[in-house]
């Protein structure tokens, strides 16, 4: 297997592992915040407030999967030993 299909692997399953992790603490936070809801609506404001905050603290999460998984992919730091060793075993 090729340095590059690693690569590519190695960028998709870390993606889909990111986004897995993060969908399901999203679900759980809109979960609870509509349960807090139901029990006492005169608290939806700051119970809103807090889901809103937190969703944006777990999806940061897949943000930054998506970069560590685009720095896999385009700004590979062992490209250049990859393709020297490609090119030493290819002789």
Known sequence: MSFFTMCVLAAGIGMALGTVGTGIGQGLAVK???EGVSRNPGASGKILTTMMIGLAMI??????????CLIILFANPYKEVAMKAIETVAK
Do not use: D, F, G, K
């Open 59 to 68: 999806e940061s999460l897949a943000i930054y999967a998506l970069v560590v």
């Open 32 to 34: 609870s915040a509509v």
